[in-house]
């Protein structure tokens, strides 16, 4: 399973931005799709991940200005961010657990390469 990530970019304090995360890979479901973020000299931690039914979880520093979404037939994730503050500067990888693909038995945890936020003040 692969996971491609794009959407990031250098954006002005209390600026926009979309991400996307794309799984493919032989792929019949995926449980939770996500995104987490990793800022320099610390550990990643968890943005928001949502479920195949709708479900949703958010870090309480995003709440509000971050909203997550998915394509579950194009096995898609979104994360539209909207007032971005410098703290959120980081890299963002998206996640993908519970993946069930054609001809396994067992289930997957998948991350994408990450891709590049940075918030300037």
């Known amino acids: 399973v692969q996971l491609q990530a794009s959407g990031g970019g250098l954006v002005q304090a209390g600026g926009s931005l979309r991400l996307s995360c794309a799984a493919s890979?032989?792929?019949?479901?995926?449980?939770?799709m996500g995104w987490y973020r990793q800022a320099p000299g610390k550990q990643r931690e968890l943005v928001a991940t949502m479920t195949n039914d709708g479900s949703t979880d958010y870090a309480d520093s995003v709440k509000g200005r971050f909203t997550i979404s998915r394509e579950n037939a194009k096995n898609m994730v979104y994360l539209q961010m909207n007032s971005l503050k410098p703290e959120d500067t980081a890299v963002y990888f998206c996640n993908a657990d519970r993946v069930r693909r054609r001809g396994f038995i067992s289930v997957g945890n998948y991350w994408g390469q990450g891709t590049q936020v940075t918030v300037s003040s």
């Open positions: 890979g032989s792929i019949l479901s995926i449980n939770v």
